[in-house]
């Protein structure tokens, strides 16, 4: 890793702790909230939960299975009205993506 590249680590982490977005992870986060979904979310789950997760396959996964947004629909009618549990319910959800990921992968070999 060169100097510059470890710089720019560091104050990229020392953002991040402080609790400071990247000054393109909003406007990044806006913008994916605009594709379209197989499926509908309410605006509470979209916005408070989806909106707040890592991008990345999990997510996507997240996004375009029906039975996977339905629970998290069901758990944000349970526990939207807390805002601690929206970590939570996000990384149920996640869990269920990575658990149908396993599962195709399995199903494949």
Do not use: W
């Amino acid at each position: 890793m060169s100097v510059f590249n470890a710089k720019m680590h560091q104050i990229r982490m020392c953002l991040l702790q402080k609790g400071k977005k990247h000054m393109f992870r909003s406007l990044k986060s806006e913008a994916e909230l605009l594709l379209p979904s197989t499926n509908e979310v309410s605006s509470g789950l979209r916005d408070k939960v989806l909106a707040t997760m890592n991008r990345d396959e999990f997510s996507i996964l997240v996004r375009n299975d029906p039975l996977i947004t339905s629970y998290g629909e069901k758990l944000f009618q349970k526990h939207g009205h807390l805002t601690h549990s929206y970590q939570h319910i996000s990384c149920k959800m996640r869990e269920l993506a990575r658990l149908l990921q396993q599962q195709e992968s399995s199903t494949l070999k």
